[in-house]
């Protein structure tokens, strides 16, 4: 249906519902107009802070990344002195054993 049948129709019921139709096309076209500000106003905010987040998360990744590495680090030295430490362990025995023979 049209504009133009709908405003024909409301003629045909009178003037009551011509003011009728008038209000509540004034009042869908406000609330659109409203709608449009309020999605513009905090759409936008919205839209901010979810950048925001996202940037943070990107950061936090990262951080995660040069952390993991910090430990496989940490990890592969301690593996090297430990592997040190059961040499000079093996050392240690072995002269004790020849000491004691």
């Given at each position: ?5 709908v ?9 009551g ?5 008038i ?17 513009d ?7 901010t802070a979810?950048k ?10 990262l ?5 993991e ?7 592969a ?10 040499i ?5 025995i ?8």
């Open positions: 249906m049209t504009w133009g049948e405003l024909k129709t409301l003629v045909f019921w009178g003037p519902a011509v003011l009728a139709g209000l509540i096309y004034v009042g869908y076209m406000l609330l659109l107009k409203l709608a449009d500000k309020l999605i106003k905090f759409g936008n905010e919205f839209i979810q925001a987040q996202a940037e943070a998360m990107t950061k936090q990744a951080s995660l990344e040069k952390l590495t910090c430990i496989q680090g940490i990890f030295r301690d593996d090297r002195d430990h592997q040190d430490i059961k000079m362990l093996k050392v240690v072995d002269r004790l054993e020849r000491g004691y023979q």
